[in-house]
């Protein structure tokens, strides 16, 4: 039973690029979370998928961002015209139900933008 | 408007010592309280979990423990090993909204 994928575990992008972030929930679940980890701080919390919907993205920069979680295939951060101030550790997560306390992490994208 | 305040920012501890985090947080609305162990390169992986109706919850050498009035709480590591040696991270959730708060970190060195 494999845990939360997430690929790519490195991306490096340059200035103005898009980068594209995939996470693959546990089987069988159908909740995802992101979190945009940046150097010495905690993870904050960016989004909430549940297939097909969108939850809650209070914590989604207004520009350039966006997430999806489509019926089939894994879920999908998209960064559009990446600065270097995207540079950070991308994590997701996904849960069964809606639960934190039942959501497993993946091991991260780390997105450097040059 | 940080929520979810954690100290120290990091911290060294002798093998065998006890190692403590402390964690505030101002949202009432909160009812689940988890702490995070991340190595690195790894995602954060759930450690030990309370809910606010217990004072404490101790799991072998970890323990919570949890003070509702002082809107507070910390994680203790007792006999600590240089295999704990990680960034440790407090969280605080509404469980309805399906989502986390999380503190800071706490880096933890622990020399053998």
């Known amino acids: 039973n494999a845990g939360v994928m997430q690929n790519p575990r490195h991306l490096v992008r340059r200035r103005g690029q898009e980068a594209r972030l995939r996470c693959s929930p546990m089987k069988g679940h159908s909740h995802v979370y992101w979190y945009r980890q940046l150097p010495e701080e905690g993870l904050k919390f960016m989004v909430y998928?549940?297939?097909?919907?969108?939850?809650?993205e209070s914590g989604m920069p207004k520009e350039r961002f966006s997430a999806e979680f489509p019926k089939e295939g894994p879920s999908i951060l998209r960064i559009q015209q990446v600065v270097r101030g995207d540079s950070a550790a991308y994590f997701c997560?996904?849960?069964?139900?809606?639960?934190?306390?039942?959501?497993?992490f993946g091991q991260g994208t780390r997105l450097t933008v040059v | 408007q940080q929520q979810v305040k954690q100290s120290p920012q990091s911290l060294i501890v002798q093998k065998g010592g006890i190692s403590i985090i402390n964690c505030a947080y101002e949202n009432t609305a909160f009812d689940y309280f988890p702490w995070y162990q991340q190595f690195p390169g790894k995602g954060p992986a759930l450690l030990i979990a309370?809910?606010?109706?217990?004072s404490e919850k101790k799991e072998g050498r970890f323990t919570i423990s949890f003070n509702k009035s002082a809107k507070q709480f910390s994680l203790h590591i007792m006999d600590s090993q240089p295999g704990d040696s990680a960034t440790y991270f407090c969280?605080?959730?509404?469980?309805?909204?399906?989502?986390?708060?999380f503190g800071d970190g706490t880096t933890l060195t622990v020399k053998p």
């Open positions: 969280a605080a959730s509404n469980t309805n909204a399906g989502k986390s708060t």
């Open positions: 998928l549940q297939k097909e919907n969108i939850i809650d």
């Open positions: 309370i809910r606010p109706d217990v």
């Open positions: 997560a996904s849960s069964l139900i809606k639960s934190v306390t039942e959501a497993f």
